[in-house]
């Protein structure tokens, strides 16, 4: 490995280790619900994509090679012309493009698609509900629960909100 490599490998991991930009994560929470409406994706399913995948860190980088908020892997990011993955407009358009197709291929089950977007679509594809790779069952699960606590959260909120009186 080159030395230039390794630097730029360092430098990648450091900005994971940041603390969340609150400007960043403003900017990210735009995007995000405006290309969930657009592309017709449940926000909080984004929402906890992100959460899940990079913990709102607009360049996170992984160990397998994926970079930015929503951890596009440099395929994935080709085929969506995401050409800057730490740029919060592009990834954030990008992985929700991802997360509609994949929601599209599996007939509308988050559950297969949030699989998908961890293992690749491939591999839920080829086995569904059938793969029961430890890991991936956690992965779904933790989005699932992630989902419902927005949820739950979101109905809290309307329900404590004081009503207006004439």
């Not at 619900?33 to 709102?56: K, L, N």
């Not at 956690?138 to 109905?155: G, H, L, M, N, P």
Request: hydrophobic content about 40%; charged content about 20%.
């Amino acid at each position: 490995m080159k030395w230039g490599v390794v630097l730029f490998f360092l430098v990648s991991v450091s900005a994971c280790w940041s603390k969340t930009d609150p400007d960043s994560r403003q900017e990210a929470e735009y995007y995000v619900a405006a290309y969930a409406q657009h592309y017709h994706v449940p926000v909080e399913f984004v929402r906890a994509v992100i959460e899940q995948e990079s913990g709102w860190q607009r360049c996170a980088v992984s160990p397998k090679g994926a970079v930015g908020l929503m951890q596009l892997m440099p395929g994935t990011a080709a085929r969506l012309n995401v050409r800057n993955r730490c740029d919060i407009n592009q990834n954030v358009s990008g992985g929700v493009r991802y997360l509609a197709w994949l929601i599209n291929k599996f007939h509308g089950d988050l559950r297969l698609a949030a699989a998908a977007y961890y293992v690749g679509e491939r591999v839920i594809a080829a086995h569904g509900l059938q793969y029961a790779n430890p890991d991936v069952v956690t992965y779904v699960a933790s989005i699932r629960e992630r989902v419902e606590r927005q949820k739950r959260f979101r109905s809290a909120s309307v329900r404590r909100t004081p009503r207006r009186t004439r």
